[in-house]
């Protein structure tokens, strides 16, 4: 069974960085295409990030872009986040998610695995 095990968050203060990491047990990693997501009290969950199973091309919400980088790892079976200049409004739990196949989709209907969520909350 594939498990999703975020880490990195925390508080930062408004221009800060935070990266956040997610590994991915088993050896499946490579074959999984992968993404964030995160969800703010009161409001849906929504796509952040994702990237392809080459690493190579990365998806960006359009609020994010220029700010937050997408990256994996496939030997070390980790998916990262790297979030700078940071918003108060970026403030949410995050998810790591991934789903089989090559196509990268960005709805959360799309994923097959789902992290438990790590908090980044940014203060002004």
């Known amino acids: 069974q594939v498990q999703l095990v975020e880490s990195g968050g925390g508080l930062a203060q408004a221009g800060g960085s935070l990266r956040l990491s997610c590994v991915v047990s088993g050896r499946t990693f490579s074959g999984l295409t992968m993404a964030w997501f995160r969800q703010a009290p009161g409001k849906e969950r929504e796509f952040v990030a994702a990237?392809?199973?080459?690493?190579?091309?990365?998806y960006y919400l359009n609020s994010v872009l220029g700010r937050f980088t997408i990256s994996r790892d496939n030997v070390k079976n980790t998916v990262y986040l790297q979030m700078n200049s940071l918003k108060p409004e970026d403030t949410a739990l995050y998810y790591c998610?991934?789903?089989?196949?090559?196509?990268?989709?960005?709805?959360?209907?799309?994923?097959?695995?789902w992290g438990k969520g790590t908090q980044v909350t940014v203060s002004s």
């Open positions: 998610a991934g789903r089989w196949g090559g196509t990268v989709l960005t709805n959360t209907g799309g994923m097959d695995f």
């Open positions: 990237i392809d199973r080459s690493g190579r091309i990365p």
